[in-house]
């Protein structure tokens, strides 16, 4: 079996998106998708068969504030309005095709980060409720969203436990994985400003979060070497942006460029992405 393996970034995997909507016009589908944070709220829409869905939500709510603004943090305790973005754009504006989405033939997974244990979980996309509460959970970044209830638990950002699922897949029996990263090559994370604030203010409350967030730097470079090796041997095809954007990306022909950068390199590489499927 062969999967599609989704890193996060908030905007940056639009270029994602253009490469599963490159998918989706070459007739590919995976029949395994793991994902984390926007990866993952943008692979939804792979699922549900929706070419052009995450660009166009994108390019029309980017500067809407009530989608991201300050103002959000009195209502939802969050920059980003979780009413709007997770309720009112998928179910009223920007309408998500709920039942192409319950008709894959595949299992899809979202990963998240438990804050009290500060341990990796994910969880059946397939299950999701129409609040979209699972991709609340796993786009909850510290400082900028509040920890999530989901089932009866509290989550943040999936990213922060595992960046890059790559190992939960193959764990689940995918011999070759497509791997959409949302960095270029040679990029190598270190421990952030932001990050450091969250330490600070998580210690006491989620104090498992504490480390999780310190060991990141070093998890995700090596995650990154790892599915490097993969692609050495021939396990794994790894697609990813040329150039660097901005997470949190203003400028919409950015948005859009790295958007057309990522179907691009998708159609030119689709005859060997269709080969891990065979």
Request: charged share 25%; with cysteine.
């Amino acid at each position: 079996m062969a999967g599609i393996v989704l890193e996060g970034g908030t905007f940056r995997p639009i270029f994602s998106a253009g490469i599963m909507d490159a998918l989706l016009e070459g007739g590919v589908m995976f029949p395994y998708c793991i994902g984390v944070s926007a990866g993952i709220s943008f692979g939804v829409s792979y699922i549900s068969k929706q070419k052009g869905r995450n660009l166009e939500v994108l390019l029309n709510c980017r500067r809407d504030k009530r989608y991201i603004g300050t103002r959000n943090l009195i209502k939802c305790h969050s920059l980003f309005g979780l009413d709007f973005v997770y309720d009112e754009v998928p179910n009223k504006l920007y309408p998500f095709d709920w039942d192409t989405f319950l008709q894959y033939d595949g299992r899809a997974l979202v990963g998240v980060t438990n804050a009290e244990t500060g341990k990796a979980e994910y969880l059946n996309a397939l299950e999701m409720d129409k609040k979209c509460t699972m991709l609340q959970a796993t786009c909850a970044m510290p400082l900028f969203f509040p920890a999530i209830n989901c089932n009866d638990s509290k989550y943040y950002d999936g990213g922060l436990a595992d960046s890059i699922p790559i190992r939960k897949a193959i764990a689940d029996g995918n011999e070759k994985n497509l791997i959409v990263l949302t960095r270029p090559k040679g990029y190598r994370r270190t421990l952030g400003r932001d990050s450091k604030i969250a330490m600070r203010l998580l210690r006491n409350k989620y104090p498992a979060m504490v480390e999780v967030i310190r060991e990141r730097p070093d998890m995700y470079n090596e995650t990154v070497d790892f599915c490097e090796e993969l692609e050495r041997e021939g396990k794994a095809v790894i697609l990813r942006p040329d150039y660097t954007v901005e997470s949190m990306e203003k400028d919409l022909a950015v948005l859009e460029s790295n958007y057309k950068h990522g179907y691009d390199m998708a159609m030119k590489q689709m005859d060997v992405i269709k080969k891990l499927l065979t």
